[in-house]
Each structure stands twice: as structure tokens, then as C-alpha cells.
């Protein structure tokens, strides 16, 4: 499941703009923090109540990261925070510091918990269980890292995560946005380093299929809607859109349809299933030869008798061949999506905007 980010310091426009994006696309749940040091505490409140009535609106949750500072913030007891938050609309909480189990506990008989997935030891689960909370009604949420090379460690979060995993918990961590990054650093707020300049689909699948996340959360400000659309596609048609730079024109007529990969999966490229059956009765003249590296699209050519037509993707670098065409090549930070379009799973390309 894909969440997002949003931002009380950015203006009401902007937040409500991205509400109706992200709602058109069936994204339903909201995170935001207050205590964001660069924020200021009234403003943020103020915009914080003028979103609510727009997210309960559009039948979406959020979840607000709290601290025992936060409420001192906004001038708040303990005791006072369930009625607060319920009054605003807050479905869900994420408990950073200075809150007690059984503090936690009672605040989780009104609203959904997040912790932080950082901080769970195996004494923290046995005391969060000892003040009666099931470790598998909560949420743990790792966080994101704004400074470069402060992200997490790819084998660090794996460990976590089965730890996580094993302990019952449900695991949220963040992806990096590729439209406007969040200040003061402008430099993206992944959970992984490794993912700081990803493609924000190869994101979400790394930490999905790889990493035991359960639901994956955008970082920045926003996205740009084409990467917000091809996760949503994913999610739910299976369909992988792949990101391409031209290095042809002489283009096929189905280039741009939706392809699919053979079910007896080639070692060393993806092969459009119907392609050759598309293209059947189309003359293919050979093209300027060209490299093969990973991730290039090609179209077999006349030459290649029966398999003219034959639309592939190099997943290992090719040499050269008078038989085949070279169409274009995958952007280099997509090139990783290859490993997932296994058998008969759907790909579309899309031409990559400047």
C-alpha cells in the first residue's frame, strides 16, 4: 500500500492540491508530523485543522508523529491529548519519545498506534505486551533521513525488519519523491541511502519485495504524478511502466502498447510475448548498429528471419548484431525494475519527460 507525506508549513493551497491528487488515485493514507523543528507550532496547527475536514472528506486517514514535546508545544497535558486529537480528526498516532506503555496503551484505545520501528528491543515488546497491547494491532514506522549518507543500511534494515516481522508488527518505511524535495537540505527523505536518487517505483518494490514492508510511505512534498501513476499501476494492474530515452525513430507500431513477458523466462533478456505476431506481415530493415548494455530495448530486423518482429530488453550487456535494431534504452535508475518483470508480467514504456 502506497501513503504520503503531508507538510503544515507548505501554504493550504498546495496541501489541499495534493489531498485531491493523491485521491484521485485511491491513496488513502496521510502522514504528517508536529514537531518538525523548521515549523512553527501555531501555523501548523492552523493548517493541520483546515486539511482534516478535506481528508475526512475524502474517507483518508492520518496519522500524526507526537512527542511528550509536542504537546508541551501546543500547550497540552497528557490527559488532554485524546480529546484534542479526536477533535481534529486524528485517526492515528506516531508515539516518538516521552510517552509511557501504559500511557500508549490508553491512548490505543482511541486511536491507531505507530511507534518507532528504530527503537524496539525485545524488552520494549515484552513491556509493551505486559501493559496489554497486541504487538500485532501496531504499526511500527521507520524513519526518513533528510542529510546525505545518514540512511539506513541496507542489511541493518533487513535485520530489523525480520525482527520486526517476527514480533508481529506491521512496517511502514519511506520513499524519496522526485518532484519537490522537502527543505532545509533539498535532498530527499528516503529511509534507505541507497534509495535517495531511485526511481520511486524501484523504491517501493525494493522495500515491498525485499525489505518486509508492508506499507510504503512517500517522503517529500510530492512526486511527480507519471511515478505516482506508475506505483498505482503496479499496485493494481500489475503493470510495470518503464521509463525510456529514445535512440531510434523508426519506432514499431506497438511500441507503446502493453507488453507482456514470456511465461519460459530468457536468462539474458525479456521477450515481448505477442510482438513477433503483431509485427508479422511488417517489413523490419536493419538499423545502424549498436550497443547492447543492460537495459536496452531492441527489435529484431529482417535478417533474423522467423524472429522478426521480436521486441526485447537486455537484462545483461549484448554485443553487437546486424539482426537486431536498438530502439532505446531504459533510464539508468529504472534499470533495476528489470529484475521484476518476471514471467508473464506486463511492461508499457513511457517516454521519459525532460
Known amino acids: 500500500m502506497l501513503g504520503a507525506s503531508i507538510y503544515l508549513s507548505e501554504s493550504e493551497e498546495m496541501n489541499l492540491k495534493i489531498i485531491d491528487i493523491l485521491h484521485m488515485r485511491g491513496i488513502k493514507k496521510l ?183 508492508d506499507e510504503v510511505l512517500i517522503g517529500d512534498i510530492m512526486m511527480t504524478e507519471n511515478a505516482l501513476d506508475r506505483i498505482v499501476k503496479w499496485e493494481k494492474e500489475g503493470l510495470m511502466i518503464l521509463p525510456v530515452q529514445l535512440l531510434s525513430k523508426e519506432l514499431p507500431e506497438n511500441f507503446y502498447a502493453i507488453h507482456q513477458n514470456r511465461q519460459d523466462v530468457a536468462r539474458d533478456v525479456i521477450r515481448s510475448e505477442d510482438s513477433r505476431i503483431v509485427l508479422k506481415t511488417k517489413s523490419i530493415q536493419p538499423s545502424v548498429v549498436k550497443d547492447r548494455p543492460i537495459g536496452t530495448v531492441t527489435l529484431d530486423n529482417d535478417l533474423y528471419g522467423r524472429y522478426k518482429g521480436e521486441l526485447q530488453i537486455t537484462k545483461r550487456a549484448l554485443p553487437t548484431d546486424d539482426k537486431v535494431n536498438v530502439l532505446a534504452r531504459i533510464q539508468e535508475n529504472s534499470v533495476g525494475l528489470l529484475e521484476y518483470i518476471t514471467e508473464g508480467v506486463k511492461f508499457q514504456f513511457m517516454e521519459e519527460s525532460e
Open 31 to 213: 502522514f504528517t508530523s508536529l514537531h518538525i523543528p523548521e515549523e512553527n507550532p501555531k501555523q501548523t496547527l492552523i493548517g493541520l485543522k483546515k486539511i482534516l475536514s478535506k481528508i475526512q472528506l475524502n474517507h483518508m486517514t492520518l496519522t500524526v508523529d507526537v512527542s511528550a514535546g509536542t504537546l508541551e508545544q501546543y500547550g497540552l497535558s497528557k490527559e488532554e491529548a485524546t480529546a484534542f486529537f479526536t477533535d481534529l480528526g486524528v485517526t492515528s498516532l506516531r508515539m516518538d519519545y516521552g510517552f509511557s506503555h501504559k500511557e500508549i496503551k490508553q491512548l490505543s484505545d482511541t486511536f491507531e498506534i505507530v511507534l518507532n520501528a528504530s527503537t524496539i528491543t525485545e524488552e520494549t515488546c515484552q513491556s509493551l505486551i505486559e501493559a496489554g497491547l497486541d504487538l500485532t494491532n501496531i504499526t511500527v514506522c521507520h524513519n526518513y533521513y533528510p542529510r546525505e549518507n545518514t540512511g539506513l543500511d541496507l542489511a541493518f534494515f533487513l535485520r530489523r525488519n525480520q525482527f520486526l516481522k517476527e514480533k508481529g508488527f506491521t512496517i511502514q518505511a519511506f520513499i524519496p519523491g522526485d518532484l519537490k524535495k522537502r527543505g532545509p537540505i533539498y535532498a530527499g527523505l528516503p529511509t534507505l541511502e541507497a534509495h535517495r536518487e531511485t526511481d520511486p517505483l524501484l523504491a517501493y518494490l525494493e522495500l515491498k519485495e525485499h525489505y518486509l514492508v
